[in-house]
């Protein structure tokens, strides 16, 4: 039996190429987060890399904005760890450095579609979730819970703290009110929660996050004592009814895994690419 030769053409290589090409490219991924603790120079990660969890976490699509001279920054300084037979638990303190403000907007329009028919007749959707910024400096920690078999970790709660060193959190979450009045939709009630900590749970179910606030406060009250002290008041009232939210699934994930790899004392960690990031933009102006 002869074997008849194949022929192979430019455009049979063309496709063959394209087609491999395709399959070995790989998938878009986020940024990478550089880890040092303490060991020499922190190494400094743009704010926008240390924050990129929130359009991870994120149900609704989100856009970043930073003002056009910003110098935030984070880093990682340290990493404690202590071992009890099958539990560890490791605490990895973090600073936020330089100048600026960085917000991530949510947008509702999801949000509004889905309940569309609440809003038609005539409910508020109260309390939504609308902004989560970052001003300025802070100090904060990273605290991580695990069990341990046959000496491999595996991650059950961690916390972002960012009240750490006595300083106040720079982050802050917006809370508004949307209805639809006439036909016409409105924002109204607006209040800013100052967050100081953001705990991810391993745990059966749909993958939530819970919200420690300090202060709460309508946008439009001043900064004095009395206006911070009322605030605080409501803040500690609020994490008695604050329920957790919903997250993604990813989001969670991308958590768990960022743990393991401080936990492990990895030099740095790939955020998993935000696929509702719609944005991620500087802005001449101040936010």
């Given at each position: 039996?002869?074997?008849?030769?194949?022929?192979?053409?430019?455009?049979?290589?063309i496709t063959?190429?394209?087609?491999?090409?395709?399959?070995?490219?790989a998938e878009p991924a986020g940024p990478t987060v550089l880890f040092d603790y303490g060991h020499r120079r922190p190494l400094d990660n743009p704010l926008r890399k240390f924050m990129y969890f929130v359009p991870l976490i994120s149900p609704e699509f989100v856009?970043?904005?930073?003002?056009?001279?910003?110098?935030?920054c984070a880093r990682v300084t340290s990493f404690l760890c202590r071992t009890n037979g099958n539990q560890c638990h490791a605490t990895c303190e973090f600073d936020i450095d330089g100048d600026g403000l960085q917000r991530n907007e949510f947008d509702h329009a999801a949000v509004i579609q889905r309940r569309d028919k609440e809003l038609n007749a005539g409910k508020t959707l109260a309390h939504q979730l609308s902004a989560i910024s970052v001003q300025g400096m802070?100090?904060?920690?990273?605290?991580?819970e695990a069990s341990l078999t046959n000496?491999?970790?595996l991650v059950l709660e961690l916390r972002l703290r960012f009240n750490g060193r006595g300083h106040p959190s720079p982050v802050s979450i917006l809370l508004q009110d949307i209805s639809r009045p006439n036909g016409k939709l409105q924002y109204n009630n607006e209040t800013v929660a100052r967050v100081n900590m953001l705990t991810f749970r391993e745990k059966s179910g749909p993958p939530k996050m819970e919200v420690t606030l300090a202060s709460v406060k309508r946008?439009?009250?001043g900064n004095g004592l009395w206006q911070n002290l009322v605030g605080g008041i409501k803040g500690a009232a609020a994490n008695l009814f604050l329920p957790p939210l919903n997250i993604t699934a990813e989001g969670h994930q991308a958590?768990?895994?960022?743990?393991?790899a401080l936990l492990q004392q990895k030099p740095n960690f790939t955020f998993p690419f935000a696929t509702r990031l719609k944005d991620d933009s500087a802005i001449d102006h101040p936010l």
């Open positions: 039996m002869m074997l008849r030769p194949v022929k192979i053409t430019i455009g049979v290589l063959f190429g394209v087609f491999w090409g395709d399959r070995l490219r856009s970043v904005f930073t003002n056009a001279s910003n110098t935030q802070g100090s904060g920690s990273l605290e991580i000496g491999r970790p946008k439009d009250a958590m768990m895994n960022f743990a393991l």
